[in-house]
């Protein structure tokens, strides 16, 4: 249950700390837990989202832009997570602990967690983001550009 929580959260987390960027462009984004259990991610081009738990145990992320996304999971542990513009998405963990995203526009990821605990995530479109957690449980973020620069986690608008 408790790996469970940590990589869906750090799934959110990753895809939620990609800030809005040229597709080349590099970016850079950091998380931190409030003591009331919500999360904030601050981007560096000034974006930022909050995360919180509802009472049904449901993950509502508010963005800056004005968009909401909300995760549930089934009894199984897969994730769906639906966005204002109306996409979606749906992650699931294998049995390598990877995190597989497939996104209703067609594309997907994967996030991997290597041995010093940083976790990758490689996009179909070739690029990529990198988390690292501090000694203090928050994240940073860097992505490459493309997709990962997108904003996925915000809705990747429909097909």
């Given at each position: 249950?408790?790996?469970?929580?940590?990589?869906?959260?750090?799934?959110?987390?990753?895809?939620?700390a990609q800030p809005i960027a040229p597709a080349s462009a590099q970016?850079?984004?950091?998380?931190?837990?409030?003591?009331?259990?919500?999360?904030?991610?601050?981007?560096?081009?000034?974006?930022?989202?909050?995360?919180?738990?509802?009472?049904?145990?449901?993950?509502?992320?508010?963005?800056?832009?004005?968009?909401?996304?909300?995760?549930?999971?089934d009894l199984s542990g897969r994730k769906r997570t639906t966005h204002?513009?109306?996409?979606?998405?749906?992650?699931?963990?294998?049995?390598?602990?990877?995190?597989?995203?497939?996104?209703?526009?067609?594309?997907?990821?994967?996030?991997?967690?290597?041995?010093?605990?940083?976790?990758?995530?490689?996009?179909?479109?070739?690029?990529?983001?990198?988390?690292?957690?501090?000694?203090?449980?928050?994240?940073?973020?860097?992505?490459?550009?493309?997709?990962?620069?997108?904003?996925?986690?915000?809705?990747?608008?429909?097909?």
């Amino acid at each position: 249950m408790k790996w469970t929580w940590l990589a869906s959260s750090l799934a959110l987390v990753t895809l939620l700390a990609q800030p809005i960027a040229p597709a080349s462009a590099q970016s850079r984004s950091n998380s931190h837990r409030n003591l009331d259990g919500s999360r904030d991610i601050r981007n560096s081009d000034g974006s930022s989202s909050r995360i919180r738990r509802d009472l049904s145990g449901r993950e509502i992320a508010e963005h800056s832009n004005g968009s909401r996304s909300t995760t549930t999971t089934d009894l199984s542990g897969r994730k769906r997570t639906t966005h204002s513009d109306g996409s979606y998405s749906n992650s699931s963990t294998d049995l390598n602990g990877n995190i597989r995203t497939q996104y209703s526009n067609g594309a997907y990821s994967v996030s991997k967690r290597d041995l010093s605990g940083r976790w990758r995530t490689e996009y179909s479109d070739g690029s990529y983001s990198t988390s690292v957690r501090d000694l203090n449980g928050n994240w940073t973020t860097t992505s490459s550009g493309g997709m990962a620069a997108r904003h996925p986690e915000r809705g990747v608008g429909k097909r």
